[in-house]
């Protein structure tokens, strides 16, 4: 029976997502026993792509997951400016490798397969969670058909829009910022588009980019400032009206783009709650933290909430000092990452003589400064 003196022997993990399958994978080599409750009954049909920077793919080599399965390294991160020209190049790949490993452009939907297969049989697909209950002893998940299942700790892995955010915060909606956009992957390349790069563009209200993902895929976004999709115009026209001009590339990935294999998405963020827990159950990922997808690191800090979960978790440690001590580590990283997103999503966005004063400063920037901040980036402080 649970106790909160005894070590967590049982987690139920609440979403099959890049959080709860990296913490399903991190528990179970520790030999804590794990189920993994997702609610749909298959993984999403449209692949997406994004980037996962060093520190995180780090982690996810250390857990033993083939990268490689799912994605390819990126070396460099051009950023072309307000005009669509050629700004500057991002070291990213020689300052990955000095932090221990390289960062990756990733096609989710194999990534999300890929750990799935790793967590086997502990991953209950079709498994909604409608509800959670806690006491300091233990704690209840109710799912959509009625059945009840008891664990020494839930973590919720939900995602942005979690159910299991109700019970710790019933007020507490997701800040929509406005802005939003399609994201695709194509089993093409585009003529110039170099393995190994991506392609930024940091245009007046609008930000998109393009890089390979190995294996014959690229994934390609176009994401827009003040941006409600019409249901009756076409996706690709909707792009090209406030594309103007369009940058070539760009025009390459949508020529070679089918309207269906267009996702889209709208930004939103929730910045610092005041606490990810209560009792026995626990917020990570974008349960606990969703940020906007700008800085292009919600992914990697779910990640890195796993394994740091599964650290102190596998440390035998009492539940109230796992879960506070899992706060005070992660909580103001979290928090940085959303305004920093916050921030970037202004700045690639910007007009008129902010772009061009932005411009001018990315385009003289000196060489310690610019590995400051790619290292920055890679290593997620
Ligand atoms: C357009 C876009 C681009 C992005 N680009 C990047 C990037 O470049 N780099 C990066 O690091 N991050 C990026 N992100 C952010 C990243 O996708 C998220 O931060 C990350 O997926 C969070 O992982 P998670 O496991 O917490 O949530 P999710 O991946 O959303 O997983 C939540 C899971 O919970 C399941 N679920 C939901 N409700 C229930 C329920 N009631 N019961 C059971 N299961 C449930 C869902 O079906 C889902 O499988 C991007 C996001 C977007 C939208």
Excluded at 136 to 162: E, K, Y
Excluded at 258 to 284: C, F, H, K, P
Excluded at 341 to 354: K, P
Aim: hydrophobic letters at 45%; a negative charge; one cysteine or more.
């Amino acid at each position: 029976m649970a106790s909160s003196t005894l070590a967590v022997n049982k987690v139920a993990i609440i979403g099959g997502g890049i959080a709860g399958l990296t913490l399903a994978i991190a528990l179970k080599r520790q030999g804590i026993e794990v189920s993994v409750h997702e609610k749909y009954s298959h993984y999403q049909s449209h692949p997406t792509g994004f980037l996962i920077w060093s520190y995180a793919i780090k982690i996810l080599q250390d857990l033993g997951v083939p990268v490689d399965a799912f994605g390819a390294p990126l070396e460099v991160f051009r950023m072309h400016g307000r005009q669509g020209r050629f700004v500057v190049d991002m070291p990213i790949g020689e300052i990955s490798r000095l932090n221990g490993a390289d960062s990756y452009e990733v096609n989710r939907l194999r990534l999300s397969q890929t750990l799935a297969e790793m967590v086997g049989d502990d991953l209950r697909l079709g498994d909604e969670c409608v509800s959670v209950d806690s006491t300091p002893q233990q704690a209840m998940v109710t799912f959509a058909d009625g059945r009840r299942l008891q664990a020494d700790v839930v973590i919720a892995c939900d995602g942005a829009n979690s159910v299991v955010r109700q019970f710790l915060h019933p007020d507490v909606a997701l800040n929509m910022l406005g802005s939003g956009g399609w994201i695709a992957v194509i089993d093409q390349i585009p003529p110039g588009l170099p393995l190994g790069y991506q392609m930024d563009f940091w245009l007046p209200g609008c930000k998109a980019g393009v890089a390979q993902l190995g294996h014959g895929e690229t994934r390609w976004y176009a994401a827009f400032t003040e941006m409600q999709a019409s249901a009756t115009v076409s996706k690709k026209q909707q792009i090209l009206s406030r594309l103007n001009p369009i940058p070539d590339l760009i025009q390459h990935c949508l020529d070679l783009t089918n309207e269906d294999q267009m996702v889209y998405t709208q930004a939103g963020d929730l910045l610092a709650l005041s606490s990810w827990y209560r009792d026995r159950v626990l917020m990570i990922g974008d349960a606990a933290h969703a940020t906007s997808p700008y800085a292009g690191m919600g992914a990697c800090a779910a990640i890195a909430d796993a394994a740091a979960l599964a650290e102190l978790i596998g440390s035998g440690r009492p539940v109230p000092e796992i879960f506070e001590c899992f706060q005070q580590a992660r909580k103001p990283v979290a928090d940085a990452v959303i305004q920093d997103s916050r921030q970037s999503l202004d700045r690639s966005t910007s007009a008129g003589v902010r772009a061009w004063i932005r411009d001018l400063i990315f385009k003289n920037i000196p060489e310690p400064k610019m590995q400051e901040i790619v290292q920055a980036m890679v290593s997620g402080h």
